[in-house]
């Protein structure tokens, strides 16, 4: 198995540019995890997906931020227009969750990140 | 609320010396603990984690770690530390109530092993 695929792996834009991240996650897995990690906040969850469909969406940091899943092997986040904060690196992850059972949880796998840096 | 406490930013440890790395959670009824281990310019590895059952979990790497309920910890240990294990580790809980798939993620521990 690939793992998760991100791409690209490194990003360099001007600051009111438009940047399309994408993420597929594993084959089979349900769930799916975009990330930010930076030296100040850490690891902060942006949206998840379970099943193509956005559940929770609180982490967003604003509007010029948007995430869609159209399909079970594909995601994208988008920020519109960036700006020099953005700059972190963007983590998708994907698990399997088995059934409706409360203890059926699996662990996240995580891509290779994207380094995002907006000039 | 939920919430993830990793009191040290770094921990630093001669090689062949037993290592912990600390983790204390806060969660509404029973928890699910994970470890993760991030190495430079990587995603997140998982290591392992915790459920239900026994106590002490082992996982990857040879890295075990025991969930205390009384002090809502879940200390990562290796009985033996090795240069190659220097790398960012998070703590990671979620609770059982309702279907919200949301880890909440600890601030990570830099751990330094020295030759």
């Known amino acids: 198995d690939a793992g998760v695929i991100q791409s690209p792996r490194h990003e360099v834009t001007e600051m009111g540019q438009e940047v399309t991240l994408r993420c597929k996650p594993i084959?089979?897995?349900?769930?799916l995890f975009w990330y930010r990690q930076t030296m100040m906040r850490g690891l902060e969850l942006l949206i998840y997906?379970?099943?193509?469909?956005?559940?929770?969406d609180s982490g967003m940091p604003e509007d010029r931020f948007s995430a869609k899943m159209p399909n079970a092997s594909f995601s994208t986040l988008k920020i519109q227009p960036s700006e020099p904060r953005d700059s972190a690196v963007y983590f998708c992850?994907?698990?399997?969750?088995?059934?409706?059972?409360?203890?059926?949880?699996?662990?996240?796998?995580f891509g290779p990140g994207t380094r995002l840096t907006v000039l | 609320a939920q919430s993830v406490a990793q009191p040290e930013d770094q921990v630093n440890v001669a090689e062949g010396n037993p290592l912990t790395v600390k983790c204390t959670y806060s969660v509404s009824g029973n928890p699910y603990l994970f470890w993760y281990v991030q190495y430079p310019n990587r995603g997140l590895q998982f290591l392992l984690k915790y459920i239900t059952g026994d106590n002490l979990v082992k996982g990857s790497y040879g890295f075990e770690a025991e969930f205390n309920k009384s002090q809502t910890s879940f200390h990562l240990k290796k009985p033996s530390a090795l240069v190659s294990d220097s790398a960012l580790y998070f703590c990671a809980v979620r609770g059982h109530a309702g279907n919200n798939r949301k880890l909440i993620w600890g601030l990570g521990t830099s751990l330094a092993v020295n030759p």
């Open positions: 992850a994907s698990s399997l969750v088995t059934g409706l059972a409360r203890g059926s949880y699996n662990e996240q796998f």
């Open positions: 997906f379970n099943n193509n469909v956005p559940i929770d």
């Open positions: 084959s089979g897995h349900n769930s």
